[in-house]
């Protein structure tokens, strides 16, 4: 069964959650970590940003024209994804957290494909778009976690 426009609404907002919430950790360790092993990482991450960005003002506006409301700060739920390292040289586990997070968002699009297949074409459209993204994330720090656990 097709999910109803208010479940539609509160999938892509949990989405733009987690979207936001990826901006604040990849800015944060982006910032924070140091070493020269880092610095690949770092680069990424800061390209990423925009990236993430650009995938909240996407469902930010789907929720709009589902007639929701993006929430504001003092709405926005935080807290599902692994926090910067204490240890700023922990370049495995910043990676690691990366992987989580844009893991969580590959089943959470998946979630919000299925609640809309056959009913709202233009909400999985985009989620399909923003999932492939998320893939070729996780592909890349897979890739990164590969090279960083050799050594």
């Known amino acids: 069964m097709a999910a109803t426009r208010e479940e539609t609404i509160e999938l892509l907002t949990t989405a733009y959650c987690m979207e936001l919430e990826t901006v604040m950790n990849y800015l944060a360790n982006s910032t924070n970590l140091d070493g020269v092993r880092a610095e690949e990482i770092k680069k990424s991450l800061a390209a990423d940003i925009v990236e993430e960005v650009g995938h909240a003002q996407f469902l930010a506006k789907r929720i709009k024209q589902l007639g929701g409301v993006a929430p504001g700060s003092k709405h926005v739920k935080l807290g599902n ?37 056959g009913e709202d074409y233009i909400t999985q459209d985009l989620c399909i778009r923003l999932m492939a993204d998320e893939e070729e994330h996780l592909v890349l720090f897979r890739g990164f976690l590969k090279e960083y656990e050799k050594n």
């Open 81 to 117: 994804q692994i926090q910067p390292p204490a240890d700023t040289t922990d370049v495995v586990g910043v990676i690691k957290a990366v992987i989580a997070a844009e893991t969580a968002a590959v089943k959470h699009y998946k979630s919000i494909i299925q609640a809309t297949d």
